[in-house]
Nanobody, 125 residues
Framework: QSQFVESGGGLVQPGGSLRLSCAAS????????IAWFRQAPGKEREGVAC????????YYADSVKGRFTTSRDNAKNLVYLQMGSLKPEDTAVYYC??????????????????WGQGIQVTVSS
């Protein structure tokens, strides 16, 4: 069965770094553009980053630009979100999503998107 499994979340102090990974199995990741979304309690889900199928084009929300970097290794069916200079307002559940399309300045999931299970990132002292 197709799976998109996230790892790498946890608790980090403000100013720290974390790297999230999503590993695909049962489908070919390199066919799809991939987006990262996050949702904090009481807030709407927001787009964080988007990367084209080849990795050649990357887009970021203004709130994370310069601090977060998304990358991918299609040969290994992996996608990453490197998060640095973390702030308390980055606290959220983060989702990786394959099969997205450009929408506005970022991306939106298609109706047949593959979703990661979501992983908690908590930035707190």
């Amino acid at each position: 069965q197709s799976q998109f499994v996230e790892s790498g979340g946890g608790l980090v102090q403000p100013g720290g770094s974390l790297r999230l990974s999503c590993a695909a199995s049962g489908f070919t990741l390199d066919y799809y553009a991939i987006a990262w979304f996050r949702q904090a309690p009481g807030k709407e889900r927001e787009g964080v980053a988007c990367i084209s199928s080849s990795g050649g084009d990357r887009y970021y929300a203004d709130s994370v630009k310069g601090r977060f970097t998304t990358s991918r290794d299609n040969a290994k069916n992996l996608v990453y979100l490197q998060m640095g200079s973390l702030k308390p307002e980055d606290t959220a559940v983060y989702y990786c999503v394959a099969n997205v399309r450009r929408a506005g300045d970022l991306c939106e999931p298609s109706s047949e998107a593959y979703w990661g299970q979501g992983i908690q990132v908590t930035v707190s002292s």
